[in-house]
């Protein structure tokens, strides 16, 4: 009896460790929430938890789309804070992307969150220049889009430790 205690014991401490294993790809701004959210559905799946585990994977899921919105639109809403174009508002979205995949390959532990806001920045004040605007108001719009966009990167950090937080209190409640 003894053994199959501490064998279920073992296998959630293992499935625990996959979930913070996925919590530190979140805070290098990898899909880490994404990897937690499959392995808590794996663990669904393996216990065969009741009907409303499904639920709770789909609330899971919910936070998780919320989080990756708020992180895809932080520079977004820095240009608009500062009412700047909505061209750069928009493209400033892609350039926080191509930032972010660019600053994974020059610096790949925080690189991703850097090249993010840099990119952002880059794109804001590029598209502000050509539109017309001062040079000095473009970097102000720019600077926000770049702090819009770490802002973001915190928010989703918070929104991963939450959801990893849940995923363990969940797997270890019963």
Known sequence: METMV???WLEKAVWSLLVLAGWGLALLALP???VMWGIAAA???RMALPADSWLWLAQVA???LVAELIEALGG???VRREKGSWGASFLTAGGAIAGAIA???LLPLFGTVL???AGAYAVAYLVLRKKGYQAARSRQIAWTAAWYQLLAYIAKTIAATLIAGWILWRFWQG
């Open 103 to 105: 600053g994974s390959i």
């Open 76 to 78: 977004f809403w820095g």
């Open 43 to 45: 663990y669904v799946w």
């Open 6 to 8: 501490v064998a279920a």
């Open 32 to 34: 880490g929430i994404w």
């Open 115 to 117: 090249g993010a806001a």
């Open 62 to 64: 919910g936070v998780g």
